[in-house]
């Protein structure tokens, strides 16, 4: 039977790389980075969650886990990448064929998730489980990890800087809550003049650029910086 469960999650997800082809301005993924432990017959099952954009950045990730639990036995995994006809990997990592790589990617798929990496850490416990205990643990722990994680709609955004003069901050202030963007999600710096820092929508940007671009002309604004790297953040519109 199900033994000592644990669970560690980071509650603030902040994904960083570059968009590879294929992928969706929107998607479901998981809504944190965590990692959901518990015991089978003494083995210790260690499922672990992590947003990945494209399959470098799961190479990297995978071969930190024997890092993080060098005394580990295995370290099975599967991921699924992109939107459309979305890239699916997986790995029995020295279990028997079938039995830790496909429960992992069926889990991923079965919440219909992208974007996701799940590895699976196993301590052996010195009983062995047989092909479909294995099976079993393998699915458990995916599935610990994707339940604790929660799953949510992501979106990628780009950065936004703005500087304007203190006479045009008001009005600046009030054009972007109309936009939609809430004083909670537009930092502001008051120094020589008004620097306002903003994440936006890549659905939106288009919409934005033209009337932001008069403003510039117009010498409202004295900086319209976007910064290309895309961000991953959870949908808020």
């Avoid at 005394?71 to 064929?97: F, M, Q, T, V």
């Avoid at 994707?146 to 955004?157: D, I, R, S, Y």
């Avoid at 008001?170 to 994440?199: C, H, P, Q």
């Amino acid at each position: 039977g199900t033994g000592r469960i644990g669970v560690a999650c980071l509650h603030i997800f902040q994904a960083e790389g570059n968009m590879a082809a294929g992928q969706l301005n929107v998607f479901r993924a998981p809504r944190r980075d965590c990692d959901a432990e518990f015991t089978e017959k003494r083995s210790r099952f260690i499922g672990s969650v992590r947003i990945v954009l494209d399959a470098d950045e799961a190479a990297e990730t995978i071969k930190r886990f024997p890092e993080l639990y060098p005394k580990a036995n295995h370290h099975c995994w599967g991921y699924r990448i992109g939107g459309g006809a979305p890239l699916e990997h997986c790995s029995d990592a020295g279990e028997p064929a079938g039995t830790a790589g496909r429960p992992i990617l069926g889990t991923i798929k079965r919440h219909e998730l992208t974007n996701t990496l799940i590895v699976v850490t196993r301590y052996f416990g010195g009983i062995k489980l047989g092909v479909r205990g294995l099976i079993d643990a393998y699915k458990a722990a995916a599935e610990l990890a994707v339940e604790q994680a929660g799953a949510v709609e992501m979106e990628f955004h780009n950065a936004l800087q703005l500087r304007c003069g203190y006479d045009y901050s008001k009005t600046l202030s009030s054009t972007l809550r109309k936009w939609g963007f809430s004083e909670e999600r537009v930092n502001i710096e008051y120094g020589a003049d008004v620097v306002m820092r903003l994440e936006v929508p890549l659905s939106m940007r288009a919409e934005l650029e033209a009337p932001l671009a008069e403003m510039a002309q117009r010498s409202f604004l004295t900086e319209l910086s976007w910064n290309e790297e895309p961000l991953v953040r959870e949908r808020w519109r």
